[in-house]
T-cell receptor
Framework: GENVEQHPSTLSVQEGDSAVIKCTYS??????FPWYKQELGKRPQLIID?????GEKKDQRIAVTLNKTAKHFSLHITETQPEDSAVYFC??????????????FGTGTRLQVTL | DAGVIQSPRHEVTEMGQEVTLRCKPI?????LFWYRQTMMRGLELLIY????????DSGMPEDRFSAKMPNASFSTLKIQPSEPRDSAVYFC???????????FGEGSRLTVL
């Protein structure tokens, strides 16, 4: 089955700096890669996703890049703000037309944005 | 749509007792998932359903765990008998039909003493 590794496990940045979280996956058939944000005591929520026919996707201060050859994808947050502090999970799955079913999650990265 | 609704939000029970967690998914979903979250193991997929049919229960840790989805509006995860190592937050998540996005419930925090 799919295996997703995520690094780093914790990340501390100063407000305004950029943060990068990296994930690798094992199943070359995986074609859907979402990122979820989980604030303390809350539910995970989708913040951005990318499909394997795209190399990069951006949404305001958040961007995700995908390298299919190397089987890794990354989350980039620019101009970090205190409200970005949370645990971020990457995930991977396979499905037709992006309608992926079973997601395998990484172990999470705890991001702390300091003032 | 009120989103995915889970109950109870918190449960404290003693070892050996039966625990039943409940989930009401969003309307228009096609998949329903049960995840367990702990500090040590992160988010683990326990079981998932497609159109109310169990597809993969390989993540269910032991026979003490069982899950049902009698209809599109309701699912349960049962642990009997419960053990202290079952203490975790259990999330139910539903995938809106035709998309990849999972909508998670608020979770049920289980503590087994």
């Amino acid at each position: 089955g799919e295996n997703v590794e995520q690094h780093p496990s914790t990340l501390s940045v100063q407000e305004g700096d950029s943060a990068v979280i990296k994930c690798t996956y094992s199943d070359s058939a995986s074609n859907y890669f979402p990122w979820y944000k989980q604030e303390l005591g809350k539910r995970p929520q989708l913040i951005i996703d990318i499909r394997s026919n795209v190399g990069e996707k951006k949404d305001q201060r958040i961007a995700v890049t995908l390298n299919k050859t190397a089987k890794h994808f990354s989350l980039h947050i620019t101009e970090t703000q205190p409200e970005d502090s949370a645990v971020y999970f990457c995930a991977a799955s396979f499905g037709e037309a992006g309608t992926a079913s079973k997601l395998t999650f990484g172990t999470g990265t705890r991001l702390q944005v300091t003032l | 749509d009120a989103g995915v609704i889970q109950s109870p939000r918190h449960e404290v029970t003693e070892m050996g007792q039966e625990v039943t967690l409940r989930c009401k998914p969003i309307s228009g979903h096609d998949y329903l998932f049960w995840y367990r979250q702990t500090m040590m193991r992160g988010l683990e997929l326990l079981i998932y359903f497609n159109n109310n049919v169990p597809i993969d229960d390989s993540g269910m840790p032991e026979d003490r765990f069982s899950a049902k989805m009698p209809n599109a509006s309701f699912s349960t995860l049962k642990i009997q008998p419960s053990e202290p190592r079952d203490s975790a937050v259990y999330f139910c998540a539903a995938r809106r039909e035709g998309t990849g996005e999972l909508f998670f419930g608020e979770g049920s925090r289980l503590t087994v003493l």
